[in-house]
């Protein structure tokens, strides 16, 4: 069983929003910095956002801040990712991951578990 499952993508027109859901399993949780990441068609995986274990800590790569918002409920064991004014660039599937330092938080092979991806598609 794949302990990370991400919901939440879809189709959504330019300058709209979707938020994003992680729900992890089978895992402590709150041990694990939480990243996403994401993969636009053709082009290489990239990081996008992560989290500390409590959430005090945020990180986002620059063309995100300021549009994407990353939280976690640690008692639902889950992370969010707010995506805010949505470019027709933003198209990509999304992908929500593990670690357990903060040292590489947006170096993707630093990352042990990853779930299987949700599908965003920003129309113009």
């Known amino acids: 069983q794949v302990p990370l499952v991400e919901s939440g993508g879809g189709l959504v027109q330019a300058g709209g929003s979707l938020r994003l859901s992680c729900a992890v399993s089978?895992?402590?949780?709150?041990?694990?910095?939480m990243g996403w990441f994401r993969q636009p068609p053709g082009k290489e995986r990239e990081f996008v956002a992560a989290i500390s274990w409590s959430g005090g800590r945020t990180y986002y790569a620059d063309s995100m801040k300021g549009r994407f918002t990353i939280s976690r409920d640690n008692a639902r064991n889950t992370v969010y990712l707010q995506m805010n004014s949505l470019k027709p660039e933003d198209t990509a599937v999304y992908y929500c991951a593990t670690t357990t330092s903060l040292r590489s938080y947006s170096f993707s092979p630093d990352y042990d578990y990853w779930g299987q991806g949700t599908q965003v598609t920003v129309s113009s």
């Open positions: 089978g895992l402590i949780f709150n041990s694990y910095v």
